[in-house]
């Protein structure tokens, strides 16, 4: 009898997953918009309660033994931050065997997992959003879900921190690779809007002329006969993005 | 007396890391030479016996629990195949759940592993190098280690093409952003030298004198006043590279 009792506690439900407890996925997704990059965090719940003063975090959780590394990021996603139909790439896997080093994640892990000591490798992932796009809501042991701007993070949990390093860098790189937040600007844009998006990826500041000039040597972005509508200022000029002319470069 | 026993064989020796059975590495090793672009792969062992027409193999294997991804990717590159003092990066992570799906997969894992049925996530590294720079010396469970030509790599192991592929795409991007392979370049090269490194790693062919021109447009392949020596030909022009300047751009 006891041994059934116990044969019965061990089998999961049918319809809850098995967990992975050595992989896990994290998602670094970037907005753009007037006030620049932000980066979306959650804040912890330790079980049904919160860790006082607990550290912020990015968007993650352990793999199901049945899952993609690809359907696991966006699963994560979606059941801590509600942010769902996303474009994740994946940017970097994180492995140190210290990675889980700092007592509050300890707490946090002893709190919530079945195997709080395994070693987890994590597979970081990346988006650039428009975050008026999306409504956050927050769910499972996510308490909040809030865009912070990057400049301004904190100490995140785990090594976090290195990996909101990566996901910038890989965005650094890709915007000279691919017609990259042009969707995030609107469809006809002034060189200013263009310049801002630039120097909040790049965390640069270029000189107004400089920027045109260089804009205007590619054959990609396309000055159009138009100007700004409805502004207190003087008018700017309004351009497109030829997204076929890049390629071809 | 029994429970000892067991117990004593269950513990391994203190010098035998632990391996983790849900993360491995495999290593996509590229050379260049006057032969185009070559890959390493392993024959692989069962236990001590050779599978008869097994596939063919990036050398890979588990981490251990106390080592790093990158530290991983050095061991067990160096343990199949002699290699080491290689520089690693890190290009993607595989954890398709069916990724281990070939009979012939199957069979090699149960010949050799304690748990042969445990979902493997691996992470990819690449490095291009120059094989005339190395020794190849298998050991490990690697029978052979051999250099094939990229356009010649028959079916392999796992989903080792897949792995193949991404490091030759991510080759391919790299070239466009770092001095990629100028060190298996002599350091005064022809043009004709530096057009089958291109050639080889975009797997494209170029029009003579449209490369020609377009290299004369950069600022960081200088051309030298010499001209190649001992030569059957017309002796050709030599160049060279300027890294300081290729990084400003």
């Not at 970037?30 to 330790?46: H, K, M, P, T, Y």
């Not at 968007?59 to 509600?82: C, F, K, M, Q, S």
């Not at 090594?159 to 042009?182: S, V």
């Not at 006809?188 to 002329?209: M, P, S, V």
């Amino acid at each position: 009898m006891l041994s059934f009792y116990i044969c019965l506690r061990k089998i999961p439900p049918m319809t809850e997953p098995r967990i992975n407890p050595n992989v896990s996925v994290d998602c670094v997704i970037f907005s753009f918009e007037d006030d620049g990059l932000e980066v979306l965090l959650i804040e912890r719940n330790a079980g049904q309660n919160r860790i006082e003063d607990d550290l912020l975090a990015l968007p993650g959780n352990l793999i199901y033994e049945d899952e993609t590394l690809d359907a696991a990021a966006n699963r994560v996603l979606r059941e801590l931050t509600g942010l769902k139909n996303i474009y994740l790439e994946q940017v970097y896997t994180f492995g140190d065997p210290a990675r889980i080093n700092k007592q509050k994640d300890q707490d946090w892990l002893h709190s919530i997992r079945a195997h709080p000591e395994a070693r987890v490798i994590t597979v970081a992932y990346t988006s650039l959003v428009k975050k008026s796009n999306f409504k956050i809501s927050p769910s499972s042991f996510a308490r909040q879900a809030m865009w912070v701007k990057v400049k301004e993070v904190p100490q995140l949990a785990f090594d976090h921190n290195a990996l909101l390093e990566k996901a910038l860098e890989y965005l650094k790189h890709k915007i000279y690779i691919e017609p990259l937040g042009y969707e995030l600007l609107p469809e006809r844009f002034t060189l200013a809007q263009l310049q801002k998006l630039y120097e909040a990826i790049l965390d640069d500041h270029f000189d107004k002329r400089n920027f045109r000039r260089k804009v205007l040597r590619t054959s990609f972005i396309i000055p159009l006969n138009e100007k700004q509508k409805g502004v207190a200022h003087k008018p700017a000029g309004l351009y497109r993005f030829d997204k076929s002319k890049f390629h071809k470069i």
